[in-house]
Antibody, heavy 122, light 106 residues
């Protein structure tokens, strides 16, 4: 079965850092475009950023609100996606999901992980 | 940024009803539209991609249509498992989600 499992969430103080991981299984991870999406009751679902597959250029793209604070990386040998979050703010409090298009050509977010909660609070 | 606006925000319906949810994009998205279903405490689940293509395993009572900037998700005959929140998403330029439509039991 295709599965994405996020980890690394927790409570962090404003200005602090956190690294999220997303372990993938059941599909060829290196072929997939991977995304981070977050969700809050106030703003709903928000795209955070994307990692394209190396065969499609390996580009990293980010939402404007990231503003250099977050970095996405991937380890295709470990089938794992990462989100390094620095300079965290209270408004970054959310459930963070990783998603994949499974390498299929139509670009939608075909599979989602269960999410990991990030709370930024003093 | 492309904005996605769903209507209605909340929809009350009964088992067996036909329901339609509308999603409007602030500019043309060239058919790069998906619909997701989310239940409380769970991740969103892909239902439809490319406006009208049904994801594998999704019941055929779900269908999508539209073009340009106006799109609809239709559930032909509501089942108990369908009461959830539905989101549209454009992926023509980056990714933007609608604010969601909560489908409730009448």
């Amino acid at each position: 079965d295709v599965q994405l499992v996020e980890s690394g969430g927790g409570l962090v103080k404003p200005g602090g850092s956190l690294r999220l991981s997303c372990a993938a299984s059941g599909f060829t991870f290196s072929h997939g475009w991977m995304n981070w999406v977050r969700q809050t009751p106030e703003k709903g679902l928000e795209w955070v950023g994307r990692s394209k597959s190396k065969t499609d250029g390996g580009t990293l793209d980010y939402a404007a609100f990231v503003k250099g604070r977050f970095i996405i990386s991937r380890d295709d040998l470990k089938s794992t996606l990462y989100l390094q979050m620095d300079s965290l703010r209270s408004e970054d409090t959310a459930v963070y999901f990783c998603t994949t298009d499974l390498g299929r050509p139509w670009g939608s977010m075909d599979v989602w992980g269960q999410g990991t909660m990030v709370i930024v609070s003093s | 940024d492309i904005q996605m606006t769903q209507s209605p925000t909340t929809l009350s319906a009964s088992i067996g009803d036909r329901v339609t949810i509308t999603c409007r994009a602030s500019q043309s998205i060239s058919g790069w539209l998906a619909w997701y279903q989310q239940k409380p405490g769970k991740a969103p689940k892909l239902l439809i991609y490319r406006v009208s293509s049904l994801e594998r395993g999704v019941p055929s009572r779900f269908s999508g249509s539209g073009s340009g900037t106006e799109f609809t998700l239709t559930i032909s005959s509501l089942q108990p498992d369908d009461f959830a929140t539905y989101y549209c998403q454009q992926y023509n330029r980056w990714y933007t989600f609608g604010q969601g439509t909560k489908l409730e039991i009448k």
